[in-house]
């Protein structure tokens, strides 16, 4: 397997980003379980270590690149997948107290062992995100939310929104037509109690746009939301 660590660390540091070898390791691994598990399921459409490297890590970290997270945050990640963004950003920053979220328990059978391997801990939950959202457990639970490429904008929303505490940070990673979505998900994000707050547009080393929209909590999430998954898609707010 390419080893991917000095790309990973030049990469990240030409964004401002300091990787120290424990976190490179920790990726190079990441990566072959990555593209080994792929090939029992499909966990990602990109397998090329360099690319790997890049359009999933290099793209999931540069959230910290825009948003300040202070020790031992609480964090979520809806609709993980493969472990975008949540697993990239534990591995750079293991203070930050996760929780990965999918529906597929397969692929959270995966992320576990690869927590296991890289000798992480993290909270795995296997529900949908409107089930989640509904349970006090997690409800209003935390100071960041977020997700990476689940669903357009205005019904991603629903299916995060609900987990933020007052105050906290929804962090939506898109691609380069974030302000459309943005501009679609206005109402969304008014009905459930949060404001826009910012969208940063940068772009990977190999010239592919990104978008990440920051979206604050500043009132409580209304008791009706979120909704069950076919009336959140069926008529989105």
Known sequence: MEDIRELLVR?????????????AQRFQTYLELLVEWNEKMNLTAITEPKEVALKHFLDSILLLKYLEIPQGAKLIDVGTGAGFPGLPLKITRPDLRLTLLDGLNKRLVFLQEVLNQLKLEAEIVHARGEEAGRTPKYRMAYDYATARAVAPLNLLCEYCLPFLRQGGVFAAMKGPNGREEADGAKNAIALLGCELEQIQEFSLPGGDARSLILIRRTKPVNAIYPRHGSKIKKSPL
């Open 11 to 23: 990469s990240a540091a030409e964004y401002g980003l300091e990787l120290d070898s424990d976190a």
